[in-house]
Structures are given as structure tokens and as C-alpha cells.
């Protein structure tokens, strides 16, 4: 398995904490995310948009506009 280091506390990373965050621009659109932690130093590693919750919110919006 390869594993990475924290660049913070330079701890070897097997796995990583999730926390939801919310994600968007100023006076914009907002977005469900997720921020991965290092487990040991609780240092942001990475933010990405939550993948799940954006398809929830894409089928929801098709399905409203197929009902018309």
C-alpha cells in the first residue's frame, strides 16, 4: 500500500479524516464538500467538491425539470 506523509507533521498517512465543508465563491453558488484531514495533526490536505452530494442535487434538478 503507498502511503504519503503529512506535510505538517511529517507523520506517515494510511488514512485520512473526512470532514463536510461547504465550498463556493464569494456572493455565489454554494456547494457541499469535503475536507480530508491528516488523522494525527487535523492539517487540511486536500478540499474537493462532495461527489455524492452533487449527483444527489443533479438527479433532484433533472428530475424537477423532466416533471416540467
Not at 465543508?21 to 492539517?43: D, E, M, R
Request: aromatic share 6%; glycine share 6%.
Amino acid at each position: 500500500m503507498t502511503t504519503g506523509k503529512c506535510p505538517k507533521c511529517d507523520k506517515i498517512i494510511a488514512s485520512v479524516t473526512l470532514e463536510s465543508v461547504t465550498a463556493g465563491a464569494l456572493f455565489g453558488k454554494q456547494w457541499n464538500a469535503i475536507s480530508y484531514l491528516c488523522p494525527h495533526c487535523q492539517t487540511v490536505l486536500s478540499v474537493q467538491i462532495d461527489p455524492i452530494a452533487l449527483k444527489d442535487d443533479l438527479f433532484a434538478e433533472l428530475v424537477d425539470r423532466l416533471r416540467g
